[in-house]
C-alpha cells in the first residue's frame, strides 16, 4: 500500500493518469521552499476532480498526491528536455512557470537528492503506469492511455498569448494513431472554445514514453486551459490562487471531456472488436 500513489482499476481499455494535481509536500522539504504557496502554484488544480466521471466509464485511473515541485513524474528522468529551445522546468524543478524562484540558494536539490526524489516516487508512479498498462493488454489488444493536465491560460514565460481551451498532444503523431487525436478534436471543437493539436503541447513524458501504437498502446495529452473549467482570475496571488473547485462552472467542459474519454473508449473498442 502506498498512500501517495491513489489507483482505481477498472475494465475498460482506457488508463487516465493524473500526474500533476497532487498538493502533498513531506516536511522535511516544505521548509526549503520559499513559500508553500510558490511550491503549489502550479498543480493542475482540482483536475481529476473535474474527471471524477472516468470510473464510471470503466476507466482505470492513477494519480499521484505528491506536488510536482517535489519531483515532476512528466519529465525526462534523463534530464532531457522536452522542448528543447523553449522554458520549461526540470524534474525536480527549482523555478515555477512564471520563473520564480522555488528554493532559496542554498536549498537547490542536488544530484543525489534528485536520484533519491525519483526512487521514491518517479520510479513507483511509473512502475505503477507500466503495470496498469500491462494488466489492461492481456485483456484488449488495443489501450488508450490519456494523460490529464491543465494549465493557467496566460503564462508569458512559456508561451505568447491565450493559451486555446484544449490543447491535445500527441508528440506529433508519433504517440497514437491519427484517427484517435481526430476523433479527440472533434469532440472538443464545438461551441466557442478553441482547440489545438500539437501546438504548444505536445505530450510530455507519459505520452512519449508509453504510446506505441505499433504495439497497441496510443497515448494522448489533454492540456486544459484553466479558465476552460474555473474562474481564473487575471492576476495570480496568494489571496487570488487556486479559487475553489465549483462543479457547476466546470460543468460545461466536464461534458466535453466525457465525450473526449467517451471517443478513447470507442476508438479502443472498435479496434478490440476488429481484432477479435
Given at each position: 500500500?502506498?498512500?501517495?500513489?491513489?489507483?482505481?482499476?477498472?475494465?475498460?481499455?482506457?488508463l487516465?493518469?493524473?500526474?500533476?494535481?497532487?498538493t502533498?509536500?513531506?516536511r522535511?522539504?516544505?521548509?526549503r521552499?520559499?513559500?508553500?504557496?510558490?511550491?503549489?502554484?502550479?498543480?493542475?488544480?482540482?483536475?481529476?476532480?473535474?474527471?471524477?466521471?472516468?470510473?464510471?466509464?470503466?476507466?482505470?485511473?492513477?494519480?499521484?498526491?505528491?506536488?510536482?515541485?517535489?519531483?515532476?513524474?512528466?519529465?525526462?528522468?534523463?534530464?532531457?528536455?522536452?522542448?528543447?529551445?523553449?522554458?520549461?522546468?526540470?524534474?525536480?524543478?527549482?523555478?515555477?512557470?512564471?520563473?520564480?524562484?522555488?528554493?532559496?540558494?542554498?536549498?537547490?536539490?542536488?544530484?543525489?537528492?534528485?536520484?533519491?526524489?525519483?526512487?521514491?516516487?518517479?520510479?513507483?508512479?511509473?512502475?505503477?503506469?507500466?503495470?496498469?498498462?500491462?494488466?489492461?493488454r492481456?485483456?484488449?489488444?488495443?489501450?488508450?492511455?490519456?494523460?490529464?493536465?491543465?494549465?493557467?491560460?496566460?503564462i508569458?514565460?512559456?508561451?505568447?498569448?491565450?493559451?486555446?481551451?484544449?490543447?491535445?498532444?500527441?508528440?506529433?503523431?508519433?504517440?497514437?494513431?491519427?484517427?484517435?487525436?481526430?476523433?479527440?478534436?472533434?469532440?472538443?471543437?464545438?461551441?466557442?472554445?478553441?482547440?489545438?493539436?500539437?501546438?504548444?503541447?505536445?505530450?510530455?513524458?507519459?505520452?512519449?514514453?508509453?504510446?506505441?501504437?505499433?504495439?497497441?498502446?496510443?497515448?494522448?495529452?489533454?492540456?486544459?486551459?484553466?479558465?476552460?473549467?474555473?474562474?481564473?482570475?487575471?492576476?495570480?496571488?496568494?489571496?487570488?490562487?487556486?479559487?475553489?473547485?465549483?462543479a457547476?462552472y466546470?460543468?460545461?467542459?466536464?461534458?466535453?471531456?466525457?465525450?473526449?474519454?467517451?471517443?478513447?473508449?470507442?476508438?479502443?473498442q472498435?479496434?478490440?472488436?476488429?481484432?477479435?
Amino acid at each position: 500500500m502506498t498512500p501517495w500513489l491513489e489507483i482505481r482499476r477498472g475494465n475498460a481499455p482506457l488508463l487516465v493518469s493524473f500526474p500533476h494535481s497532487g498538493t502533498e509536500i513531506v516536511r522535511r522539504l516544505e521548509g526549503r521552499f520559499v513559500s508553500p504557496w510558490l511550491a503549489r502554484k502550479d498543480t493542475d488544480w482540482w483536475i481529476d476532480r473535474l474527471y471524477g466521471f472516468a470510473g464510471d466509464l470503466g476507466a482505470t485511473t492513477v494519480r499521484t498526491s505528491v506536488s510536482r515541485s517535489v519531483i515532476d513524474v512528466n519529465r525526462d528522468p534523463s534530464g532531457a528536455s522536452l522542448y528543447p529551445g523553449m522554458a520549461t522546468t526540470e524534474l525536480c524543478p527549482t523555478t515555477t512557470f512564471d520563473g520564480e524562484p522555488l528554493y532559496r540558494p542554498d536549498d537547490m536539490p542536488g544530484g543525489e537528492e534528485i536520484t533519491s526524489r525519483r526512487s521514491t516516487w518517479f520510479d513507483p508512479y511509473h512502475n505503477t503506469l507500466a503495470e496498469e498498462v500491462a494488466r489492461l493488454r492481456r485483456v484488449h489488444p488495443i489501450v488508450v492511455l490519456y494523460d490529464a493536465h491543465s494549465i493557467r491560460s496566460t503564462i508569458p514565460r512559456l508561451f505568447d498569448g491565450e493559451l486555446p481551451h484544449f490543447n491535445i498532444g500527441t508528440n506529433s503523431g508519433a504517440s497514437c494513431s491519427n484517427a484517435l487525436a481526430e476523433a479527440v478534436r472533434n469532440v472538443c471543437c464545438t461551441g466557442s472554445a478553441s482547440t489545438a493539436l500539437n501546438g504548444r503541447f505536445k505530450g510530455g513524458w507519459t505520452t512519449r514514453r508509453y504510446g506505441r501504437p505499433e504495439a497497441g498502446v496510443h497515448a494522448i495529452q489533454m492540456e486544459l486551459s484553466c479558465r476552460a473549467y474555473l474562474r481564473e482570475p487575471t492576476v495570480v496571488t496568494p489571496r487570488s490562487w487556486p479559487v475553489p473547485f465549483d462543479a457547476t462552472y466546470a460543468a460545461p467542459a466536464s461534458k466535453v471531456l466525457g465525450r473526449a474519454l467517451r471517443a478513447c473508449l470507442a476508438f479502443a473498442q472498435d479496434l478490440n472488436g476488429a481484432n477479435r
